[in-house]
């Protein structure tokens, strides 16, 4: 189980993945409910649970304010099966309840997903990587918290990828995406501004099964740098970018 504690609006929420249980739902808990009181052994998660019905075996959530309302909506992604939608996009309310906004079909074994405006109008767009076909899809958002078709699906270079993250790397207000995969290598994708992305580097090289690649500025000069997680080598590697040189 994965959890992931968030400050929603007001409530705080503690927010439960169920992919590795195969319950096919969310699982949200608000502190101070009014309405019944699961046990908590910290006192801090009383109130209310709803639970949020997802894509068949979920696997990745996302949090951002799509319509820009000032509250925090929610797209889960699912591995799924052919049948299936296997994205769902849930609007948030002001009481801290979500309602389910759209159902998006996606590529098999559709795993990480992420938030950025990609096309540049000032809507969020969702990034969806493939992990069976290595594909990366740019589904762009609209002002209703929806969005539309994918513009951009990009065959990505490695093969199974494991993660991804999303960065301006080089700072022209672009948004950039990192692959990393299993096969040990890292991508990285340039962003045109249009919703469209070139492979800028693929070979970046790392020990067997870098699990995960983050984001953040670690040296403090403004530009992105990148974690990478080697789950085999026990350690994590962390890449200070060289755009401010
Ligand atoms: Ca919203
Ligand atoms: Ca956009
Ligand atoms: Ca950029």
Known sequence: ??????????????????????????????????NGAPSSSSGIFTGV???????????????????????????VSGYGDSR????????????????????????????????????????????????????????????DATFRAPIETLTLPGTYPQSFVVADLDGDSKLDVVVNYISATLSVLMGNGDGTLVIAEDSLGFEPDPISVLSGDFDGDGYPDLGVLESRANRISVLINQMRQ
């Open 84 to 143: 299936s939608d296997r994205i769902i996009v849930y609007s948030g309310r002001p009481d801290g309840t979500f309602s389910t906004r759209q159902t998006l079909m996606a590529r098999e074994l559709s795993g990480g997903i992420a938030a950025g405006d990609f096309d540049g109008d000032g809507w969020a767009d969702l990034a969806v990587l493939s992990d069976y076909d290595h594909m990366l899809s740019i589904y762009p958002g609209n002002a």
């Open 49 to 75: 649970r709803r639970d949020y019905v997802t894509p068949p075996n979920p696997h990745a959530v996302v949090l951002s304010d799509f319509d820009r309302d000032g509250i925090l909506d929610m797209a």
């Open 1 to 34: 189980m994965k959890r992931i504690l968030f400050r929603v609006g007001s409530a705080l929420v503690l927010l439960s993945c169920v992919g590795a249980t195969r319950t096919d739902r969310l699982d949200v808990t608000y502190a101070n409910g009014q």
